[in-house]
């Protein structure tokens, strides 16, 4: 039972540069989520999709790119790092039809720090 | 949009106890209330949920309270135990998938051997 597998756990960054947070799930969700933590806060929706080929932004998406090509994967794309992007990582899934009031299942998380 | 508060923001209960946290949202068009529970290191983890067209979700040593009507539901602990130390949020949820998700700040529940 894998659920929602996220990589790399940890990653530090230095300003400027790129990288792609992955995120897979094997439960044949159809929505998916992206959220940041920073310290002692709550999580803030970046981009959520309701299935392949369809995405929309969250609570907090400047400096963020998502796509869905497929239903298990939905990656995160930093471009340009910046420090305001220091944060925990959590991708999560779930089964609707239409609707978002459905539990989430979320990964460990990715713990990223841009110096 | 959406505005979510939960309090108190720290609980610190004698092993054995209970514990009460609070969630107050702002959206009457939220139908569902979950309770998640995260520990050091891991994601949330959902333990209880509600829908609006209950008022009491029991299961084991916790159970969940609606009051639609006050917009706020609760999370009860009894018999508190210390793997129930973690930080848990609520986030009240609307159906329309046009609606942003919002989720408390946490509770950080430290349970005192």
């Known amino acids: 039972n894998a659920g929602v597998t996220q990589t790399p756990k940890f990653r530090i960054l230095k300003i400027g540069q790129s990288m792609t947070l992955q995120c897979t799930q094997d439960m044949n969700h159809n929505y998916m989520y992206w959220y940041r933590q920073d310290p002692g806060m709550g999580l803030k929706l970046i981009y959520y999709?309701?299935?392949?080929?369809?995405?929309d932004k969250g609570e907090v998406p400047n400096g963020y790119n998502v796509s869905r090509s497929t239903t298990e994967d939905f990656p995160l794309r930093l471009e340009l790092a910046a420090p305001s992007q220091t944060s925990v990582y959590f991708c999560?899934?779930?089964?609707?039809?239409?609707?978002?009031?459905?539990?989430?299942?979320f990964g460990d998380g990715t713990r990223l720090s841009i110096l | 949009g959406e505005n979510v508060e939960q309090h108190p923001s720290t609980l610190s209960v004698q092993e054995g106890d209970s514990a009460v946290i609070k969630c107050t949202y702002s959206d009457s068009a939220s139908n569902y209330f979950p309770w998640y529970k995260q520990e050091l290191g891991k994601g949330p983890q959902l333990i209880i949920d509600?829908?609006?067209n209950v008022g009491e979700k029991k299961d084991q040593r916790i159970a969940v309270t609606l009051n639609k009507t006050a917009k706020h539901f609760s999370l009860h602990i009894t018999e508190t135990q210390p793997e129930d130390s973690a930080v848990y949020f609520c986030a009240p949820t609307p159906p329309d998938s046009n609606y942003q998700l919002i989720w408390g700040a946490g509770t950080k529940l430290i349970i005192k051997p």
């Open positions: 999560a899934s779930s089964y609707s039809i239409g609707r978002k009031d459905q539990p989430q299942h």
């Open positions: 509600i829908r609006s």
């Open positions: 999709s309701v299935g392949a080929g369809i995405t």
